[in-house]
């Protein structure tokens, strides 16, 4: 079983920046893919960006791209979303996800139900 325990999130003021952490432990972290979904009040789940198990392959949503950058330190077992340029769309709570096996797809694995173990969720509040 894997357990997901992500860190960082807080309140910011529009144009800051924040760094979340997510901590893996059951599974190396090198088998697992690992992305970001978030989900503001209100709204569905969305996905922000994920990194293959090698962190050669990144994918991110058009609304982060530019402003947010995920990497990963597999020897600490840890993924990180630095996130800058905030804005008050990006407030919303922030939820690491994990895959350990993907099937072959044409598009990038950017779905919730791509990914089966979940992290408890952070809350990024960023304020105007």
């Known amino acids: 079983q894997v357990q997901l325990i992500e860190s960082g999130g807080g309140s910011v003021q529009a144009g800051g920046s924040l760094r979340l952490s997510c901590a893996a432990s059951?599974?190396?972290?090198?088998?697992?893919?690992i992305a970001w979904f978030r989900q503001a009040s209100g709204k569905e789940r969305e996905f922000v960006s994920t990194i293959s198990q090698s962190g050669g392959s990144t994918n991110y949503a058009d609304s982060v791209k530019g402003r947010f950058t995920v990497s990963r330190d597999n020897a600490k077992n840890t993924v990180f979303l630095q996130m800058n340029s905030l804005n008050s769309e990006d407030t919303a709570i922030y939820y690491c996800?994990?895959?350990?096996?993907?099937?072959?797809?044409?598009?990038?694995?950017?779905?919730?139900?791509?990914?089966?173990?979940w992290g408890q969720g952070t809350q990024v509040t960023v304020s105007s």
């Open positions: 059951g599974r190396a972290l090198t088998s697992l893919r």
């Open positions: 996800a994990a895959a350990a096996s993907l099937p072959m797809m044409v598009r990038p694995p950017n779905l919730p139900g791509d990914y089966e173990y």
